[in-house]
């Protein structure tokens, strides 16, 4: 068995960095044909919710225009109204659904893959326009794919549109006796249906597009064990990276060094540089232990979170240097310190009733 060829297999899934990776190159998930049954969708509602408003200002436009045709002058005046009353009606019609599509699709993108901006992806490539990987695409699955939803969308408009024909076909008969009102609010009804169908199942098949793109992307952004080791290797060797899981590390050894600091039975100074916390409890260590030291800025915190909690504070700066250099955070004293930090801890036991 060859375990190199094992290892390259792609079959885990994307970390965090390859993703943000990803998507600073504008590899963002996303379905065009969602997008698209989305704001076909809308622009229906916004036409439907102004159709009266429509059918009425074309109906007005009709009745003037034919009334006036034979008695117009042309002149530039009544040619300029002529004008302006039919982009009047055309801004009327298009900017409600322009507007209306074009937020739709904004948003539905910006649902999809956020707010992002890349300018490689306008930098030409020459990948793009080479004819051996464009016709490696052509005959790749995702175009097949793609020809397949192409036969779909197409069959399906077919047969919707045909009933819509038919229904058409069928009310003949009865736009004989309609009146002209009659016979547009008929013919928007039955285009309504028609498109509303038509949408509904480019939804549908929009979703299933959806589920489809999203388990191509993740299988793109898969990576091989190795992928991985790599990976970690790489974050490992950055200087910056490594500065700043340090950095982190020390803010949270700090934060829990302040927290313990509350069970400190006395805090030892040097007495301004300098500060230990020692705490001891009979119960679980033999010797006093190191909860908390520091210097500096350090030190100074140590001493005002002690006289916040009412921690007495003892000047001795020899003890105070030594217990600094020669005891880590959490390890208990060394024996011969055991006289020195036992008669501190006697006097500040004493004038707490307590006893070691």
Do not use: C
């Not at 080479?130 to 397949?148: A, Y």
């Not at 992307?217 to 340090?246: C, F, H, T, V, W």
């Amino acid at each position: 068995m060859n375990l190199q060829l094992f290892a390259q297999e792609k079959t885990e899934k994307a970390t965090p960095r390859k993703r943000q990776k990803a998507r600073q190159k504008g590899q963002v998930f996303s379905s065009r044909d969602l997008t698209t049954a989305l704001m076909l969708i809308a622009s229906i509602f916004i036409f439907k919710y102004y159709l009266i408003g429509v059918i009425n200002g074309v109906m007005k436009f009709m009745i003037e225009s034919y009334s006036n045709f034979f008695n117009l002058e042309l002149t530039v005046q009544n040619l300029s109204h002529i004008f302006i009353q039919s982009l009047t009606l055309f801004l009327y019609v298009i900017v409600p659904l322009a507007f209306g599509t074009f937020i739709t699709g904004i948003i539905v993108n910006v649902l999809q893959t956020g707010l992002i901006f890349n300018l490689e992806l306008i930098i030409p490539k020459f990948e793009r326009i080479n004819p051996i990987e464009g016709l490696k695409r052509v005959f790749s699955t995702k175009s097949l794919i793609e020809l397949l939803k192409v036969i779909i969308k197409v069959t399906v408009i077919s047969i919707f549109s045909y009933n819509g024909v038919i229904t058409v076909k069928d009310g003949i008969d009865e736009m004989m006796d309609m009146s002209m009102e009659q016979i547009l609010s008929f013919f928007s009804d039955v285009l309504f249906k028609v498109v509303l169908k038509i949408s509904l199942a480019l939804l549908i098949l929009a979703v299933l597009d959806y589920l489809y793109q999203w388990y191509e992307y993740e299988k793109s952004l898969r990576m091989s064990k190795e992928d991985i080791k790599e990976e970690l290797k790489e974050i490992e060797g950055n200087p910056q990276i490594k500065a700043r899981i340090r950095q982190i590390q020390r803010q949270l050894a700090r934060r829990r060094m302040m927290q313990d600091l509350k069970k400190a039975d006395v805090v030892i100074t040097n007495p301004t540089h300098l500060a230990v916390a020692l705490s001891y409890d009979s119960n679980k260590h033999d010797a006093p232990v190191v909860i908390a030291k520091g210097m500096g800025e350090i030190a100074l915190k140590i001493k005002q979170v002690a006289v916040e909690e009412n921690i007495p504070i003892v000047e001795n700066p020899s003890l105070a240097r030594t217990l600094y250099k020669s005891v880590e955070i959490g390890e208990t004293i060394p024996e011969e310190l055991y006289q020195a930090v036992a008669e501190i801890l006697a006097y500040i036991y004493s004038l707490k009733g307590r006893r070691i």
